[in-house]
């Protein structure tokens, strides 16, 4: 159980359009959903919590207006990257607690590799 | 804020050694400690998870340790294994619906 998907596994854009990442909840109800990047050699540093049915909360240097957050179901998370640009470029990877486990422990996707043009 | 270090960086040794990686915390007021192995390009493996009210936690050939009031914890491997090359990174949270904070890694090198 707590199995967690992430789409797309990997994307490559033009300089300045949008992407847009999901993330799901397979076999539980997730009202947190997390996202996170990595750099390359890098660990993964939080962006931001996504709440259902609610704002999301962005960790401090986040652009929220560049990276968009909509958590709108209890088992659907995206993130969208706006006007994306090569320093964008990154691994984001999502992860969600599984209510009722004891320590509410984190399961994460396998994340999605961007690339930006 | 709360800064997680994990050393060595990185470790290469032969197959069949027990090792040790070593994680520590800056902010004791923790919710809980999670370790985890992330293998190159891919996505994160939860190995263990252990509460702020634990002490210790096992898995197979795993074991973590829970120092909170020192802000310590380690990872024991017991006869690696060349599929346990990875890297291995440990994360706090301080708060059932905050996010991780994770240390840098330690990259592992098991020869066969």
């Known amino acids: 159980g707590a199995v967690v998907s992430q789409h797309p596994s990997r994307v490559i854009c033009k300089s300045g359009t949008s992407v847009k990442i999901e993330c799901r909840s397979l076999?539980?109800?997730?009202?947190?959903m997390f996202w996170y990047r990595q750099f390359p050699k890098q660990s993964l540093m939080l962006m931001a919590t996504?709440?259902?049915?609610?704002?999301?909360?962005?960790e401090q240097g986040v652009e929220k207006d560049k990276f968009l957050i909509n958590h709108a179901s209890l088992t659907l998370s995206t993130l969208t990257v706006t006007s994306a640009h090569p320093e964008d470029s990154s691994f984001y990877i999502c992860s969600a607690s599984v209510p009722g486990v004891i320590g509410l422990e984190q399961f994460f996707g396998p994340g999605t590799r961007l690339t930006v043009l | 804020k709360q800064e997680v270090t994990q050393i060595p960086a990185a470790l290469s040794v032969p197959e069949g050694e027990n090792l040790v990686l070593n994680c520590s915390f800056t902010d004791s007021a923790i919710y809980n400690l999670q370790w985890f192995r992330q293998d190159p390009g891919k996505g994160l493996t939860s190995l263990l998870l252990?509460?702020?009210?634990?002490r210790e936690q096992t898995s197979g050939r795993l074991n973590a340790s829970l120092d909170k009031s020192s802000g310590r914890s380690t990872l024991y491997i017991a006869a690696s294994q060349p599929g346990d090359s990875a890297t291995y990174l440990c994360?706090?949270?301080?708060?059932?619906?905050?996010?991780?904070?994770f240390g840098k890694g330690t990259h592992l090198i098991i020869q066969p």
């Open positions: 994360a706090v949270t301080g708060g059932g619906a905050d996010g991780l904070t």
């Open positions: 076999d539980f109800q997730a009202t947190t």
């Open positions: 252990i509460q702020s009210s634990q």
């Open positions: 996504s709440n259902e049915g609610s704002k999301a909360t962005y």
